[in-house]
């Protein structure tokens, strides 16, 4: 058989590749068989070359799963595991093989000893404090976990048993801690403070709560009941124990390297060592005294035009002034305060002095800028006396430490007063009475949010009503609570507070009244609790003596942000309702392809909501629309979403960070739906997520009338023309940049080539080799992918080692605190998305990691907003230390963004000039955000309309004008679109044929593709002579760019006729009324019209169509297509465009800016 094998496989083989077996191979073969044996196949070889094949197979399943266990790849192993239970079944009952029956035994006894062996070397690892390696070992076991738990062959128990061990350890290493603390106060050296088994507890202890992600929480915890019992027994073992750690971490040695980290660390993370911070960064930061020289590097920026220049003198000598009266009072109220006087004492004092300014107001803010010195600096002193007071009245009491008590007082830094002067417009002219609108650039990390909190507690107090605006709902819950216990000191609790955008316009309107409620109560025809909510309402409206509001801006880029400006927030009454759930199950288990509006509306679950909506089933029309169309984006164009397991919700990326109190439409609700099973019981949200949603309000969010406002970014230099255009708006005149508070910052951004990649995998292939690099090096590496969906791509992806840590947002919030922390650590790499390009602070405490240069930030992606790049350029460098950013692009990203045109040019500058290369990216992006600003101005006059509406109906409700609710409701309703109806009356006379079709088709392919993901409609009309309807109301992304030709249609005609085309468009419009969408006429011809002007025409379709749009493209044509001009500026369009394109690629950009000008704005 051996032979006859031989002989078959080569004579199959040549047949198939005759390069690789030559004759000699295979007379050689054959000469060992006799004539009898080299016949053709025979039935019994056959069989006999299976039976092998199968003997074979539990010995290659062996061997793939133990190279599968080898590598981690559990998924392939399990699926392996699952085809071993398969292998006794081959065998022949009548032959049996022994090796198929043992297979699956054998593999399961291999992927035990595999997962025993995991479970043996993780307790080693403990043993010898190899934590790296340890969690290392743990992740892989985690992944093992995910794929195994359910099978016998893994040890259930393993998390269980190790738990113990640690628990055990980290029990006793906590009793030798609380043994060591008398001994604290034994020694009189510092230095031998070091060896104390509190200290050595405390590395040890921190060592796992950086090194080891699965008991990292354990251990922090224990360090935090320790030290609060320090804390109560006797404050100053705290400042003793920081002391010790700051010696550890002072420490320049190779063998001391990982404990001088994790003492760092100690002391940044836990607040109880905030003394010895204050310590180390009196110490390490320039004092910068010279106040004339820190003048010379403040810049100011002159808005719109963005002239830049330097203060004048007469500001720079106000400034010094001001500084050096802010020092003398800090000074006097700190010598007081030492001397035995009480900081209750300063907070009456500025409670003294803000009464005296009061009642103040934005335009008389004269009296209060004289003062500025004084208020300013008493406020400080109160922070340094309530942040380190105490620890420094302990020191003092000590003859060994009151040489270093002063080096605990924390004060803000001359740059950050110089600011705070400056924002509250101590440096204008005597002349100016108002507060002006100012905007500042503080560098990352260096006290954007002391800034804040002191203007707030400020203006709190003269009686301003203050908000204090932030893109994100972690950072700005974060500095509320940061600053809580201050706000409360000074009473003005009520008067700040810290919220989003989303939530400021949220409050604002609720000022006036629920418009949800109110909506709510009308349509259930409620009048008692109609009433209810209104007399609340009223209430609310006649207070008197409304303090002036102030808008407080963290971060100003979100004002440029699409989701702010141009947009509105959108009140939507979530009504729940049993029809509406069970309609909205029906059409989740549909079919995709039976999602059809007349099928869902020829349901039950249709017509019994219609019945319950009575006197408004008009809602049930629009609505079951939406759920459809909703459905198919959910399937086709899913908005990305996060899943917050523990809490039962869903939430969206909003100006930067994870929301959960948005909806997107009801994909929000098929989404719930899908994840339903994840959530356990979770009756309440499904209630809430399955309701009908009913619009009642569209409120601008850009349309913000505070009396003030200021702000501070990390981003202002970096706006662009358009982006200071948008400022003036909000009536800031300029802007200025603050020099850093240290005396370098070294943001080495890459010189050498931006990395380009054909295609996604050659990127992801390109970034591991740069991230493998320059860990081997020592170096940190964090690397941003454009989206999740991007960074879960990698993770898939062969490139991806367990080593490398994902940062993404449905992790734990403990999960994300630990890889954040542990991304700026020596050989460390990080990967994660845009999201996290903001506020994320990736802090670096490892010197070494300094010394090789610090964190590395690799941007997968070309940001089109200069602040986002400016954003994670920030995420590196930070308060002085190194770091490094670069790029490495997809050239199919460069394509979906820019056109092929575009890289065909980044691929010639790619190789022969890199500055080049970025500076003509830099054009690109400029022309990109010109348009995207004249989107933006577009959007908001489409906004304002609806905003307009909102307001009358919001008044109705309010009864503070005449009219009835219902029907100015249903105004609201019917003309707040669902989406955009275009109507394409194309040219499709002889002089159109052959390459200008093609050119056409193209164009709106393009149209489509630009379109995608949009609840739109279209329909596609051919004319010459005559018109024809070819398709009617089909979804955007179902409609085929492809035109019928002459051979298969029959449509072609000669001559260009207008008015043909007009009428059928007409009827096109009106056989889609019911829809209600906006009308969209999109006319493309290459001739002049045979008909006239059709001017008539176009006006009664106006008339018709109130909102009728038409946009007109003459193709190069013969003449000027003055007729096509007429008819886009015909009487009574509420928007109309012409456009002449004189080659292929001008057709194209002019459907693709028509495309691209819309926007659903749900």
């Known amino acids: 058989l051996s032979a006859k094998r031989r002989y078959y496989a080569n004579l199959e083989l040549h047949k198939e590749y005759p390069e690789e077996v030559d004759e000699s191979t295979l007379q050689e073969a054959k000469a060992n068989l006799s004539p009898a044996q080299c016949g053709s196949y025979t039935e019994e070889l056959k069989v006999e070359s299976f039976a092998l094949l199968l003997h074979e197979l539990p010995e290659n399943m062996l061997k793939h799963m133990s190279a599968s266990l080898n590598k981690a790849d559990y998924k392939e192993a399990k699926r392996i595991f699952l085809e071993a239970r398969e292998l006794k079944y081959l065998s022949h009952p009548g032959q049996p093989d022994v090796e198929l029956i043992q297979g699956e035994s054998r593999l399961q006894e291999l992927v035990q000893d595999h997962f025993n062996a995991l479970k043996i070397g993780s307790h080693d690892l403990w043993r010898k404090g190899e934590f790296k390696q340890l969690n290392s070992l743990l992740t892989v076991f985690q992944k093992a976990h995910s794929h195994f738990c359910s099978y016998d062959v893994f040890p259930s128990d393993w998390e269980d048993e190790l738990h113990k061990v640690v628990e055990a350890k980290v029990s006793s290493q906590r009793q030798a801690m609380r043994q060591a603390v008398p001994l604290l106060y034994s020694h009189v050296q510092l230095d031998s403070l070091q060896d104390n088994a509190a200290v050595m507890g405390l590395l040890f202890l921190g060592h796992i709560v950086s090194e080891v992600e699965l008991f990292s929480e354990v251990a922090r915890k224990t360090i935090k009941e320790f030290l609060t019992q320090c804390m109560f027994e006797a404050p100053m073992i705290i400042f003793l124990l920081g002391m010790s750690l700051a010696r550890v971490a002072e420490k320049n040695t190779k063998e001391a390297h990982d404990d001088s980290c994790i003492a760092q660390k100690l002391l940044s993370e836990f607040p109880e060592f905030e003394s010895n911070m204050i310590k180390t960064w009196n110490q390490n930061v320039p004092s910068q005294t010279d106040i004339a020289s820190l003048l010379k590097n403040m810049v100011s920026c002159k808005l719109p035009s963005g002239d830049r220049g330097f203060l004048e003198s007469a500001n ?61 600096a008493t406020i400080a002193a109160f922070i340094t006396i309530s942040k380190s007071g105490d620890c420094f009245k302990r020191l003092a009491k000590q003859e060994q430490f009151q040489d270093i008590a002063d080096e605990v007082l924390m004060a803000p830094h001359n740059i950050q007063v110089l600011c705070l002067l400056h924002l509250l417009g101590y440096d204008t002219d005597k002349s100016v009475e108002a507060l002006p609108r100012q905007l500042a650039q503080v560098g990352t990390g260096e006290g954007k949010s002391l800034i804040l909190a002191m203007i707030s507690l400020l203006l709190g107090l003269l009686g301003f009503r203050v908000w204090c605006v932030c893109y994100s709902q972690s950072l700005q819950e974060r500095d509320r609570k940061t600053f809580e216990k201050l706000f409360d000191a000074f009473g003005v609790h009520d008067q700040v507070t810290y919220c989003t955008i989303a939530q400021y316009s949220e409050a604002k309107l609720a000022e006036q009244g629920d418009i949800r409620r109110l909506t709510e109560a009308m349509l259930k025809g409620s009048e008692s609790t109609a009433a209810a909510t209104l007399n609340t ?55 995709i392809a039976s999602v059809k509006v007349e099928e869902v509306e020829a349901s039950d679950q249709f017509k019994q909501l219609k019945r319950a909506l009575q006197g408004f089933s008009f809602i049930a029309d629009r609505e079951v629309q939406q759920m459809c169309h909703d459905r198919q984006s959910f399937e086709n164009e899913r908005k990305p979403y996060h899943v917050d397991v523990y809490g039962k919700q869903i939430g969206y990326k909003v100006f930067g960070s994870i929301c959960y109190d948005i909806i997107h439409g009801y994909q929000t609700a098929f989404a719930y739906l899908k994840e339903e099973h994840r959530f356990g019981k979770a009756e309440a949200a499904m209630e809430r997520a399955l309701s009908l949603r009913v619009s009642c309000g569209h409120f601008c969010y850009d349309d913000i009338h505070p009396a003030c406002i200021l702000g501070v970014s990390g981003t202002l230099s970096s706006v662009d023309e358009h982006q200071r255009a948008i400022l003036a708006n909000y009536k800031f005149t300029m802007f200025t940049v603050m020099p850093s508070v240290y005396n370098k910052f070294e943001l080495q951004l890459v010189k050498h080539r931006t990395a380009l990649s054909e295609t996604r995998e050659d990127q992801f292939r390109d970034i591991t080799t740069r991230v493998k690099k320059r860990i081997s090096q020592g170096g940190a590496v964090v690397v941003f992918f454009k989206s999740p969906e991007i960074l879960m791509e990698y993770n898939d992806s062969t490139y991806y080692e367990d080593r490398f840590a994902i940062l993404s947002e449905d992790l734990s919030s403990a999960t994300k605190d630990f890889r954040i922390k542990k991304a700026a650590t020596s050989k460390q790499a990080t990967f994660t998305h845009a999201s996290f390009g903001r506020g994320t602070d990736f802090a670096c405490y490892d010197r070494n990691l300094s010394e090789a240069g610090g964190v590395e930030i690799i941007q997968a992606f070309f940001s089109l907003d200069k602040t986002e790049e400016v954003q994670i350029q920030g995420r590196t460098a930070r308060q002085g230390h190194r770091g490094s950013w670069g790029m490495c692009l997809c050239i199919k990203d460069l394509e979906e963004e820019f056109g092929v045109t575009v890289v065909d040019q980044v691929k010639k500058l790619h190789e022969t000039n890199v500055d080049g290369l970025d500076n003509f990216l830099g054009l690109e992006r400029s022309s990109k955000q010109k348009a995207q600003t004249e989107k933006l101005e577009k959007d908001k006059k489409e906004a304002e309309k609806r905003d307009l509406l909102s307001q009358k109906y919001f008044r109705v409700l309010l009864r503070r004008e005449d009219g009835n609710r219902k029907l100015v409701f249903e105004d609201l309703f019917r003309k707040t679109r669902a989406g955009n109806h275009f109507v394409f009356c194309l040219d499709n006379s002889w002089s159109m044929t052959g390459a200008r079709t093609q050119g056409v088709e193209e164009a709106l392919a393009d149209f489509i593709k630009a379109r995608k993901g949009k609840p739109d409609k279209a329909s596609l009309i051919l004319f010459a002579t005559k018109a024809v309807r070819v398709k009617h109301m089909k979804h955007i992304h179902e409609l085929d760019s492809h035109l019928p030709t002459a051979d298969t249609s029959g449509y072609y005609f000669s001559g260009t006729h207008f008015e043909p085309a007009l009428e059928e468009a007409g009827k096109a419009l009106y056989d ?91």
């Not at 002034?321 to 900081?343: E, Q, R």
């Not at 019911?1074 to 001017?1095: E, H, K, Q, Y």
């Not at 749009?1109 to 007429?1126: D, K, M, S, T, V």
């Open 316 to 376: 720079k000598d106000l400034l010094i002034k001001g500084v050096k009266a802010y020092n003398d009072k800090f000074t006097h109220i700190l010598s007081a305060w030492k001397k035995g006087s009480s900081s209750q004492r300063v907070v009456e004092h500025l409670q003294g002095m803000c009464q005296k300014l009061a009642p103040c107001t934005v335009e008389k803010w004269a009296s209060v800028k004289e003062q500025l010195p004084e208020l300013l």
């Open 537 to 591: 309402s009223l209430a609310s409206e006649t207070r008197e003596g409304h303090p002036q509001e102030i808008l407080l801006l963290d971060e100003v880029d979100m004002f440029f942000s699409p989701s702010f400006y141009g947009r509105t927030h959108d009140q939507v009454l979530q009504m729940a309702m049993p029809e509406a759930s069970e309609l909205l199950r029906y059409i989740w288990q549909l079919d």
């Open 1072 to 1162: 889609a009324v019911s829809a209600n969408m906006r009308p969209v006429i999109i006319f493309m011809t290459d001739g002049d019209n045979w008909d006239g002007d059709c001017l008539e025409t176009m006006s009664g379709l106006s008339q018709t169509h109130t909102d009728l749009e038409c946009h007109c493209i003459f193709y190069n044509g013969i003449g000027w297509g003055r007729h096509l001009e007429a008819m886009s500026q015909a009487e009574g369009l509420a928007s109309g465009s012409f456009r002449k394109a004189e080659n292929f690629a001008a057709l194209k950009e002019a459907f693709n800016s028509i495309a691209l000008g819309f926007e659903y704005t749900k």
